[in-house]
T-cell receptor
């Protein structure tokens, strides 16, 4: 069985400071891991994905995440927050449980960016 | 090109009524997923299609929920005898053919269902 835990329901940062959104996962197989962003009244958009290639994954808008198998973590980071980064972020795990890839979403982390 | 579209964007219905929610995936995407997202939660998997057939429907909560994709493109999620607990945002996503793993999913804007 697979599961994902987003450790913070809300993260608040000032514009220009670093962002860290934490995600831990559980998987019986080699998982694929994703981060999606959801802006208000907009559809979910992929930020980045890990599929067993390089453990440090770079995504859009300056975000990146590092896959750490020993810690079962896939934290999302950005060196400098921008006001436009304010949104809901979802960590997603997917493995071949039961023979098909069914994504499991975390509960989400709301990123608040102060001017 | 055109993204995933969902209609209607909002649906208000009364308890006990039947509703249909439509999803138009990106042209050429063979995989199609339905999710339900309640307020303050992440999307919850309902069903996924590979082509015309339901490859996995393990997320459907009960037999009041049903989905079809008769020609391998447009999909309809059908809910019978709606209950107030069915109120949520229903999301559709499409994805290119699986290739040894799961690909990026492209999401529609969702249909917000309210059952009074």
């Amino acid at each position: 069985a697979q599961s994902v835990t987003q450790l913070d329901s809300h993260v608040s940062v000032s514009e220009g400071t670093p962002v860290l959104l934490r995600c831990n996962y559980s998987s019986s197989y080699s998982p694929s891991l994703f981060w999606y962003v959801q802006h208000p009244n907009k559809g979910l958009q992929l930020l980045l994905k890990y599929t067993s290639a390089a453990t440090l994954v770079k995504g859009i808008n300056g975000f990146e995440a590092e896959f750490k198998k020993s810690e079962t973590s896939f934290h999302l980071t950005k060196p400098s927050a921008h006001m436009s980064d304010a949104a809901e972020y979802f960590c997603v795990v997917s493995d071949q449980t039961g023979g098909s890839y069914i994504p499991t979403f975390g509960r989400g982390t709301s990123l608040i960016v102060h001017p | 090109g055109a993204g995933v579209s969902q209609t209607p964007s909002n649906k208000v219905t009364e308890k006990g009524k039947y509703v249909e929610l439509r999803c138009d995936p990106i042209s050429g995407h063979t995989a199609l997923y339905w999710y339900r997202q309640s307020l303050g939660q992440g999307p919850e998997f309902l069903i996924y299609f590979q082509g015309t057939g339901a490859a996995d429907d393990s997320g459907l909560p009960n037999d009041r929920f049903f989905a079809v994709r008769p020609e391998g493109s447009v999909s309809t999620l059908k809910i019978q005898r709606t209950e107030r607990g069915d109120s949520a945002m229903y999301l559709c996503a499409s994805s290119p053919r699986l290739a040894g793993g799961v690909n990026e999913q492209f999401f529609g804007p969702g249909t917000r269902l309210t059952v009074l």
